[in-house]
DNA sequence: CAGTATCCGATGCGATACTG
DNA sequence: CAGTATCGCATCGGATACTG
């Protein structure tokens, strides 16, 4: 029933590929995910059963390697060489969305979406040198989305953390935001400038911390892809 | 239900390509088709109905318009600026199952389908200046397949047509082969010399047709790609 | 030729509960 | 943490018959 019944290399290709969530759970291992649930984090909406049933037919195809990591014991998906080559793909995809869509509208508005990507694309190498405590306030969340608004992202170099409950020390800088503005600057259908003087954005500490935060927050890999 | 909540541009992308048949209805018209009846002939497993609608979402998402023809006054498609956009994905999904799959097996093997591909990769200007008919007879055709199994193919600079009956006239060049082999061929899995030496091909015909046939029939459009 | 309307059945998928 | 088992329903899609 999933197949096509054609030789042609498109259809069998779309028989491991075309399927619901596939490219997007492949998405998320390209942007770094290795273990079950941190897949799942980047794919609230799918259920566990599926993911389960997607990673297996992934690794019935051949296109990635479920087992223990090779450093250290727990278990892991590693793409294969014929997963890895599906890269492309996801590119293309990605920047024809990024070229010849609407992205944001109030079905898929998602802090917690947005906030879990935003961890994954900060420049280490630009951050300051000590530590540094970041919260986000995101306004005018739509009703359907009943997430968390409130996230602190706790940046010691090299690490970054994301926290969904107050680590309790001083705040250093502070992403007061409404929620779809911020949104379109990390998608780079706006820019910084942009939000900041309409007042959708307010970046609240040392003008140090203000003036780094565009250094190091590096917005949505397709950021850059022009319109 | 086709959504997936997510504003990231891979997700986006996916609600419109990533639904079953949409690629090939687009490899279909990135072929060269662009009626109705001439896309459905390359996808002869889709039910009328679901090719419709399919195609109506493709031109509620922009990416096909459908319309008189420009010149002449019957229904086409065509592709606006943004499904042209999606060849290279297209593309890239085309070359991953050559690249990583085994693509003839006894569940998708179609003369019909194979023939109908072949007529589009016909290199004119290789042709011989005469016209020339052409046969194709295969054999080993699976029993769950039960389609035509001759085929004439009319070659008249710079016409090609696929004929499903005989034509009447004399036949210059007979191509007799195993259908499993010749898809194979046709692929570029194997060579013309291979299946021609275990007999598994047989061309039947003046030396000279005999000897052009490799220029003129292209293969598949996929079929340089490295393995 | 180029589709649409209607009906109905298979299956894809989510929810819930459970296990190593 | 990393999944699996089971159940039930919604919807997707095929078959058939029909229209401009």
Redesign the pocket.
């Known amino acids: ?2 197949g096509y019944g054609q030789f042609c290399p498109v259809a069998v290709a779309c028989e491991v590929f075309a ?3 596939t490219p997007l759970i492949l998405r998320e291992i390209f942007a770094g995910s ?7 984090r980047g794919l609230p ?12 037919q992934l690794e019935d195809a051949g296109v990635v390697m ?1 087992g223990p990591a090779v450093s250290g014991g ?4 590693r793409l294969t060489e014929a997963g890895e080559e599906f890269r492309p793909v996801v590119e293309g995809l990605g920047a024809w969305g990024q070229r010849w869509t609407v992205r944001v509208d109030t079905n898929n508005l998602d802090a917690g979406f947005l906030m879990w990507n935003l961890q994954r694309r900060i420049a280490v190498d630009e951050l300051p040198a000590q530590h540094l405590l970041v919260e986000f306030r995101f306004r005018g969340l739509p009703e359907r989305h009943r997430g968390a608004h409130i996230f602190w992202l706790v940046l010691s170099r090299p690490d970054v953390e994301l926290c969904l409950k107050d680590p309790g020390t001083d705040v250093d800088l502070l992403v007061d935001a409404d929620l779809r503005a911020f949104a379109q600057f990390w998608l780079g259908d706006r820019s910084l400038n942009e939000v900041v003087s309409d007042k959708s954005v307010h970046l609240v500490g040392r003008g140090e911390w203000v003036r780094a935060f565009p250094s190091w927050l590096l917005r949505s890999h397709f950021s850059a892809v022009p319109r």
């Open positions: 029933m999933s399927q619901r969530w290795r273990h079950f649930n941190e897949i799942h909406q799918i259920s566990r059963t599926l993911l389960a049933t997607r990673l297996r479920a727990t278990h892991e998906y």
